[in-house]
């Protein structure tokens, strides 16, 4: 068998690792921040039914436009939003290859800010784009005047941000992103996958699309919606970005079946997102829990928690795995980051955090 280094692979992959979460079936799984509440039944069936429906007309190439779940989409974002405004595809992470494909690639930059979504920098360097790291400020958080600096340092074709971040939770500013779109001419993205899982009521980055044509907030059906395995991300913004996409996207990128079962969901976005309040009171529990355990945690508007403190975290992740509980080990020094599951799984976790010994809390 050959390896890798073999083929006459491009050059700028050469040496790179690929996306590498481990991807382990144990009986708690806590490690990709997906909802580990199944989908209602009663949705389950009308999911079915359209999928049904749909594959009896699989000989036919699917609507290349999706014009049906575009509208559900932008009904249910509100605010004013229309179909125009919207573009999905398989996972937030295609629509972000979309957006490197058309206004990234060779001879561009796009600036982000580690620690963050791990596949911000491994899109960039799939579509050719050099990937800028900036800095944030303490406490993770980027002030507008740190963001403005690092646009103005590197001048990059795109700042992706991540709001709520992660493996962080932190929360961004909507006056930061206000700040570093008035600082730059190029592309601005929030990835805003975790959206539903800050505080209520609270405005985001959709807010600020209004007069914004270079402004993306790129969301997903994989975590609030319980909807990780169906693949379907999308984007809002001006309509001129889905004509610069339906450049770069292949023809017919979503599947009837696919869209068949997002637009059902949908249907019942409120049973589909009835689970978010319980995760969101499962992650508080974490943030009291650990800390009361010994162990600091980030404030976090999503639905996991980054905790701090950790003596050997390549230890804990092994021990715990030995109990059947898989969580997240990020390589950050002393930290190790937790999805926030049901009830029981957050308690299971937070007993198997509470019986490590020397290998757990730092002067354990
Ligand atoms: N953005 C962020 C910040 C994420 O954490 C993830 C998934 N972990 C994604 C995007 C991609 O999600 P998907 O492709 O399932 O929509």
């Known amino acids: 068998m050959a390896s890798l280094n073999d ?79 919207i573009w999905a595809a398989n996972g937030s992470n295609e629509v972000l290859q979309q957006i490197l494909q058309a206004f990234g690639g060779p001879g561009r930059s796009v600036l982000g800010f580690p620690p963050t979504y791990s596949m911000h920098s491994i899109i960039a360097r799939g579509t050719g784009t050099r990937w800028l790291a900036g800095e944030r400020d303490e406490n993770f958080e980027i002030s507008p005047r740190t963001a403005v600096d690092w646009i103005e340092r590197t001048r990059p074709d795109l700042v992706f941000f991540c709001s709520p971040n992660n493996p962080t939770g932190t929360p961004l500013s909507l006056e930061t992103i206000v700040a570093a779109y008035e600082a730059t001419d190029g592309i601005v993205v929030v990835d805003e996958a975790y959206a539903e899982f800050a505080p209520a009521g609270l405005p985001t980055a959709l807010s600020l699309l209004e007069g914004r044509e270079r402004l993306i907030v790129s969301r997903t ?4 919606f319980a909807f990780a395995g169906a693949r379907l991300g999308y984007l809002a913004a001006d309509p001129a970005i889905a004509d610069a996409l339906r450049l770069v996207r292949l023809p017919y990128h979503l599947s009837a079946l696919t869209q068949a079962a997002a637009t059902a969901a949908l249907a019942h976005s409120t049973e589909m997102l009835a689970m978010v309040d319980d995760i969101k009171s499962q992650r508080d529990r974490l943030l009291v829990e650990l800390p009361e355990l010994g162990y600091p945690a980030w404030p976090s508007w999503s639905n996991f928690v980054l905790f701090g403190g950790v003596a050997d975290p390549h230890a804990v992740f092994e021990t715990l795995l030995d109990q059947g509980i898989i969580i997240r080990d990020l390589d950050i020094p002393h930290h190790l980051r937790v999805t926030a599951g049901t009830a029981a799984e957050t308690t299971a976790f937070l007993e198997a955090m509470a019986g490590l010994g020397a290998i757990g809390r730092i002067g354990a």
Do not use: W
């Open 221 to 224: 059906m994989s975590k609030a």
């Open 7 to 85: 083929l006459p692979i491009r050059d700028d992959l050469r040496g790179l690792t690929p996306y590498g979460a481990p991807q382990k079936h144990v009986r708690i799984e806590l490690n990709v921040n997906e909802n580990t509440h199944p989908i209602p039944e009663d949705v389950a069936t009308d999911i079915v039914t359209a999928i049904a429906e749909a594959v009896l007309n699989v000989n036919r190439y699917p609507d290349r436009e999706f014009t049906a779940l575009r509208e559900s989409l932008a009904a249910y974002l509100g605010t004013g939003l229309t179909r125009d405004n």
